[in-house]
């Protein structure tokens, strides 16, 4: 019967490289053994050492991306990607709305895992006051969480102060991912904060290397697909932790510089 099987939706920009942006999550779709299709928002020119050249995708294009999609197949969850200015996010943020993509999994694409700012102020605004109220989970990385909960982070009791914050804004549940930029530490803990208001902490081991692009894609990508699945939402937390820790530790020879992680890595249920 039309429609059974799940499929996810990734509303994101196209990086030619195929190390993140949609690339990435519709490779995470398809190893976890969901359908995935895309509403293609940018277009980047990059490669390991960098990106050369970035093309928006005007807004009534995207717009009609969603109309099209809607008309036909049942999206069961979408997430977010880099949403590069304050029009894309309101128009994403108007079919989101509307229910047709289902749960939606914001990863808020405003700093970089090494604190540089992504965003203009006044899209980052826009994101706050539209998108995350919309979020069903919300994936921020650590210098991300600061930025949204406007505070330091400096203590597990800080992480999850943050976390509140972040609910308090509006997403109904939280994945503050921690610090991973100091290269002496053991492990890098998540803490996950439910919308029936409990936590708990996810960790793994610090991989030392410099084939992470795509990490927060796939990590959401992987939350959206489970979702998509029926997965509860705790449950999708500690599959994408480990389908993504997996995936970073299990490195391949791609690029000469800062290379993809392994989507072939991890051993998967689906």
């Known amino acids: 019967?039309?429609?059974?099987?799940?499929?996810?939706?990734?509303?994101?920009?196209?990086?030619?490289?195929?190390?993140?942006?949609?690339?990435?999550?519709?490779?995470?779709?398809?190893?976890?053994?969901v359908h995935g299709m895309c509403v293609l928002t940018a277009a980047v020119a990059g490669n390991s050492y960098g990106i050369d050249a970035a093309h928006n995708m005007p807004t009534a294009f995207i717009a009609q991306q969603f109309k099209?999609?809607?008309?036909?197949?049942?999206?069961?969850?979408?997430?977010?990607?880099?949403?590069?200015?304050?029009?894309?996010?309101?128009?994403?943020?108007a079919h989101v709305q509307d229910g047709a993509v289902g749960p939606l999994v914001l990863d808020p694409?405003?700093?970089?895992?090494?604190?540089?700012?992504?965003?203009?102020?006044?899209?980052?605004?826009?994101l706050r006051q539209e998108l995350i109220p919309l979020a069903t989970v919300i994936t921020p990385n650590f210098f991300e969480a600061q930025k949204l909960a406007e505070m330091d982070i400096k203590t597990d009791e800080d992480m999850i102060t943050a976390a509140q914050k972040l609910q308090d804004l509006g997403a109904k549940n939280v994945l503050v991912k921690g610090a991973h930029h100091a290269g002496d530490q053991e492990e890098v803990r998540d803490y996950a904060l439910l919308e029936d208001g409990t936590g708990f902490w996810l960790s793994a081991p610090y991989v030392a290397t410099d084939?992470?692009?795509?990490?927060?894609?796939?990590?959401?990508?992987?939350?959206?697909?489970?979702?998509?699945?029926?997965t509860s939402i705790a449950d999708a937390f500690r599959i994408a932790k480990q389908y993504t820790y997996e995936a970073i530790a299990q490195p391949i020879a791609v690029g000469h510089k800062f290379g993809p992680i392994n989507h072939w890595a991890p051993k998967v249920q689906k």
């Open 68 to 93: 099209t999609l809607a008309a036909d197949f049942h999206i069961r969850a979408a997430k977010t990607g880099m949403l590069a200015d304050s029009e894309l996010i309101h128009t994403v943020a």
């Open 211 to 230: 084939r992470i692009n795509g990490t927060g894609d796939t990590l959401s990508a992987a939350i959206t697909a489970e979702i998509a699945k029926g």
């Open 109 to 126: 694409v405003i700093i970089t895992k090494h604190g540089a700012m992504l965003l203009e102020e006044s899209a980052y605004e826009t």
């Open 1 to 33: 019967m039309a429609n059974e099987f799940p499929q996810a939706l990734t509303i994101a920009g196209a990086d030619s490289d195929g190390s993140a942006g949609m690339e990435a999550d519709l490779t995470t779709f398809f190893t976890l053994g």
